[in-house]
């Protein structure tokens, strides 16, 4: 019997400006570019098993074997690998995540950005970064920027190959703090996949593509020159235009709890009381609470006041997705 193998070790990421909606659903070519910051701390470990002696593709998540649309879509993408390396194996693919699946924590991020570093290594690929990136984009869009660190910029690209992610300043230029108010830890009704085919139906869909290149003009420039308050401005208005499209699309996707909303304006308080914090939200009910690092002590015991606040998950800027 032969087998190869490889592990590889990503993180999830937060977009600042958010990738909502596809121009080609297949290939995640998305409607809009988008810049997020890489979660340190939080990690997905995925180790990919390429075997002559498997009948079909194995998937282990987080201890518990899993089948159906969950393994459809990781044998998607490894056909992709396998197609370039030119391999036939099927492959055993074991995935742990340190951090709750399903939570507004994009685990399909560092899931992906994982099994495509993983299962190239494994496959005797050697690719470079924006390679790796590309091909992660196929299994999650947000993957593409989870194969880099620090500050990471998607561009949309005209077609399947110019659309990958690239890193914009590392993790040590700025180290920002997020504060994840978990307020809903069980899965979320509509997954992003899905999410995503409703974006289009919403009349601010067009609005809010046109005018991205504003937003990411602004939140490039903030992070370069370290502006948190340009940065905390653009990025809520960001999150609020997304969730606008996503509560006026058909069906409506609603995904705000009331905790939701009373720490969204509890933030946006404690930033005019001087505090540099700002939230930002994807497709869930929890919430980021992106701030500098002299007042994480202080936001995190103002946030587990506010009723219905679970937890408060820490996580500095992280690093590249790398190979174990
Ligand atoms: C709201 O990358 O999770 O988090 O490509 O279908 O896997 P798929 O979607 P996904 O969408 C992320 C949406 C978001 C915003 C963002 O991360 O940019």
Redesign the pocket.
């Known amino acids: 019997m032969s087998s190869f193998s490889a592990t590889a070790i990503a993180h999830p ?3 600042l ?4 909606g ?1 121009r080609d659903h297949a290939i ?1 070519l998305p409607s809009n570019g ?1 810049i ?1 910051m890489t979660l340190g701390d939080l990690n997905t470990q995925t180790t990919v098993t390429f075997k002559s002696s498997l009948g079909s593709d194995e998937l282990t998540l987080n201890g518990a074997p899993t089948s159906g649309s969950g393994l459809s879509r990781v044998s998607d993408h490894l056909d992709v690998i396998r197609t370039l390396a030119d391999l036939s194996f099927k492959a055993q693919v074991v995935s742990n995540s340190n951090f709750p699946m399903g939570a507004g924590i ?1 685990s ?2 560092s899931g ?1 950005a994982a099994l495509t570093l993983s299962a190239c290594s494994a496959a005797g690929l050697d690719l470079a970064p924006q390679e790796l990136s590309r091909i992660s ?1 196929l ?5 593409c ?1 989870s194969i880099f660190g620090g500050y990471v910029e998607w561009s949309r690209g005209e077609n399947d190959l110019d659309s990958f992610a690239y890193p914009l300043v590392d993790r040590e230029y700025w180290m920002l703090i997020d504060l994840i108010a978990v307020v809903e830890k069980e899965h979320k009704s509509t ?3 899905q ?2 085919q409703l974006a289009d139906s919403s009349p601010l869909q067009v609005a809010r593509v046109e005018d991205t290149e504003r937003r990411l003009h602004v939140c490039r420039e903030a992070i370069l020159g370290r502006d948190f308050p340009s940065l905390a401005n653009i990025a809520e208005e960001d999150s609020n235009m ?1 969730h606008a499209v996503m509560m006026t699309s058909s069906p409506s996707l609603l995904y705000w709890r009331p905790a939701t909303l009373a720490i969204m304006q509890s933030v946006m308080n404690w930033r005019s009381d001087g505090l540099d914090v700002f939230y930002t939200i ?2 869930g009910a929890n919430v980021h609470c992106i701030c500098s690092p002299d007042v994480e002590d202080e936001i995190k015991d103002l946030l587990i006041e506010i009723p219905g606040v679970q937890e408060v998950i820490r996580a500095p800027v992280g690093g590249d997705a790398t190979l174990h």
């Open positions: 990421n937060i977009a400006i958010k990738y909502w596809n995640r988008s997020s994009a399909s991020a992906f984009r299994g999650s869009g947000s993957a920027r997954g992003s996949s999410g995503h997304m994807d497709a």
